[in-house]
């Protein structure tokens, strides 16, 4: 199973690698650090809802932003909307809900990670 995932894994670690070396770590803490703010959430957000990260990638590259300075509520919202909001599957999800339960559930995928990223910012 470890075979069949490492591709997949390297991949993505490798165009991880590539984008932390390219963009500033002070631009990162700007944008998605303790002082982003709402802005913070919803580019987190976005950036967690376009991306087609696998789970057992976006954990480990969770733990490299944290140690980068990005807090734990943004990091709550980019990996909720990792995991249950799909944009670049959205066509795929209509072929087989429909349009309307689709773009429902996104929405409410979407709002649903921001309240967790709150409540996340209210504990830690």
Do not use: C, H, Q
Not at 41 to 50: C, E, M, Q, T
Not at 62 to 74: D, E, F, M, P
Not at 97 to 110: D, H, K, Q
């Amino acid at each position: 199973m470890f075979i069949g995932i490492l591709p997949a894994m390297l991949n993505v670690l490798i165009l991880v690698s590539i984008f932390l070396y390219l963009v500033p770590e002070s631009f990162i803490i700007k944008t998605l650090g303790k002082d982003s703010g709402f802005m913070g959430f919803i580019i987190a957000g976005l950036i967690g809802s376009i991306a087609l990260i696998p789970g057992f990638i976006s954990y480990p590259l969770a733990a490299v932003l944290i140690k980068g300075g990005v807090s734990y509520k943004i990091i709550a919202v980019f990996i909720t909307t990792l995991m249950m909001v799909g944009v670049l599957t959205l066509p795929i999800e209509i072929k087989y809900f429909g349009v309307r339960a689709s773009v429902v559930r996104n929405i409410l995928s979407f709002i649903g990670a921001l309240i967790i990223g709150v409540i996340m910012g209210l504990f830690l």
